[in-house]
């Protein structure tokens, strides 16, 4: 067929593939004209991350409890794209040496990324660590969850703690407050990456 260059500046007889590489570029697509179900599974679609600079404390803290600022808000684009959740965490502290601290992320209102209920307890979570025994205080601890939230309203991501009774614990600072070498503060990420599905 053809090709005729109409009146009105439309092309006829032109099929899909017939321009040569490199005759579209980014700047002649229409805003919006390529959506999120349009790209490839696994590309990343947006990124919103929280960055908490400031100290957090619980005492005496042996139920889960929301930690202060560290929860971040997303809104997916489609019902099948999934969220990578990261977990930075600078620096925790308690004031006793050895002492585990416990960590649950929760979706809304729903915690995910729990482990199996090992029989004896229904004490359960998604990660945890253990503060160290001269120094009280244990830093660079890393988490990540691909979560299915299947939805395209906005979705928040907490994360919470616990420790032992009569244990006090600290983020983004040691037990101690003095200016010794070894009581550094750090900072503490969370983020959320829509991915497509």
């Known amino acids: 067929m053809a090709i005729t260059i109409n009146g009105t ?4 007889g032109l099929t899909a593939g017939g321009l040569p590489d490199g005759s579209v570029t980014s700047s002649d697509l229409a805003s919006g004209a390529i959506t999120a ?3 490839p599974t696994g590309s990343i679609l947006q990124v919103v991350q929280t960055v908490k600079t400031d100290t957090a404390a619980q005492a005496n803290q042996d139920t889960m409890a929301d ?8 809104t997916p684009s ?3 794209s999934k969220v990578l959740v990261r977990i930075g965490l600078g620096v925790i502290g308690t004031t006793t040496g050895e002492r585990g ?14 482990g199996d209920d090992p029989g004896n307890s229904n004490e359960r979570a998604t990660f945890a660590t ?11 601890v890393f988490y990540e969850f691909l979560d299915s939230p299947n ?6 991501y907490k994360l919470q703690w616990q420790t032992f009774s009569n244990v006090n614990i600290y983020l983004n600072r040691s037990y101690a407050t003095s200016t010794a070498e070894w009581n550094k503060s750090g900072s503490s990420t969370i983020t959320a990456m829509e991915v497509a599905g």
């Open 151 to 156: 939805t395209t309203s906005e979705v928040t």
């Open 78 to 80: 489609a019902t099948s």
């Open 67 to 74: 930690i202060p600022g560290m929860s971040v808000a997303i």
């Open 101 to 114: 601290v416990t960590f649950t992320l929760v979706r809304n209102s729903t915690a995910i990324g729990l």
């Open 37 to 39: 179900g349009a790209l």
């Open 9 to 12: 500046g439309s092309i006829a």
């Open 130 to 140: 253990q503060a160290g025994a001269s120094s009280y205080m244990e830093g660079g």
